[in-house]
């Protein structure tokens, strides 16, 4: 059974950090993509980040770019978004997932809150 266990939300400072997690298990991940996602309220989800597990290629939203960065951990099954100059905007609920390309992912996690206050 496929697990994605997010954590590491909070409530933060404008211009503060965070780093979430996503313990991954049930399956080989290695030639998976894992993906950050994120859903405000009364907004769609949109695409976070994303990195391919075998070769660490990255891929960013424009809003994130240059302050959020997606790594994994092989040894831990475990990929992590580290998160800085947190804004307001970025407040939403954060889910991880996987797949087998970026455009297509087929199991989520549940979502880890992150409230940035102002």
């Known amino acids: 059974q496929v697990q994605l266990i997010a954590s590491g939300g909070g409530l933060v400072q404008a211009g503060g950090s965070l780093r979430l997690s996503c313990a991954a298990s049930g399956r080989t991940f290695s030639s998976y993509v894992m993906g950050w996602f994120r859903q405000a309220p009364g907004k769609e989800r949109e695409f976070v980040a994303a990195?391919?597990?075998?070769?660490?290629?990255?891929y960013y939203a424009d809003s994130v770019k240059d302050r959020f960065t997606i790594s994994t951990d092989n040894a831990k099954n475990t990929v992590y978004l580290q998160m800085n100059n947190l804004k307001p905007e970025d407040t939403a609920v954060y889910y991880c997932?996987?797949?087998?390309?970026?455009?297509?992912?087929?199991?989520w996690g549940q979502g880890t809150q992150v409230t940035v206050s102002s």
């Open positions: 990195i391919t597990w075998s070769g660490g290629g990255t």
């Open positions: 997932a996987a797949g087998l390309s970026t455009y297509k992912y087929r199991y």
